[in-house]
């Protein structure tokens, strides 16, 4: 059984910094696409960023140039850097594999960004 278990969100000042961090157990994770996803309130989950299993990184038009995927195999550990942090990043971040997500989510980690 999948289980991943967010972390790192808070509350930030626009223009501010976050790092998140996702510990996956349950899977052979270095054979495996990641992906962060978020939830604003009232809005459907979207996709935010995904880090293949070569390393190979693709995101959201959105976050682009503010926002890196990074992995650590050995620490069965995903990312996301994200900086230059803006309101409309306010939502509930979660991991999940990439491209096709479980149907089973985290508990994910609140970003708010608000001055």
């Known amino acids: 059984q999948v289980q991943v278990v967010e972390s790192g969100g808070g509350l930030v000042q626009p223009g501010g910094s976050l790092t998140l961090a996702c510990a996956a157990s349950?899977?052979?994770?270095?054979?495996?696409?990641l992906g962060w996803y978020r939830q604003a309130p009232g809005k459907q989950r979207e996709f935010v960023a995904g880090?293949?299993?070569?390393?190979?990184?693709n995101y959201v038009d959105s976050v682009k140039g503010r926002f890196t995927a990074l992995r650590e195999n050995a620490l069965n550990t995903v990312y996301l850097q994200m900086n230059n942090l803006k309101p409309e990043d306010t939502a509930v971040y979660y991991c999940?594999?990439?491209?096709?997500?479980?149907?089973?989510w985290g508990q994910g980690t609140q970003v708010t960004v608000s001055s």
């Open positions: 880090i293949t299993k070569r390393f190979t990184t």
């Open positions: 999940n594999l990439y491209p096709t997500p479980l149907g089973s």
């Open positions: 349950g899977i052979i994770f270095m054979n495996n696409d």
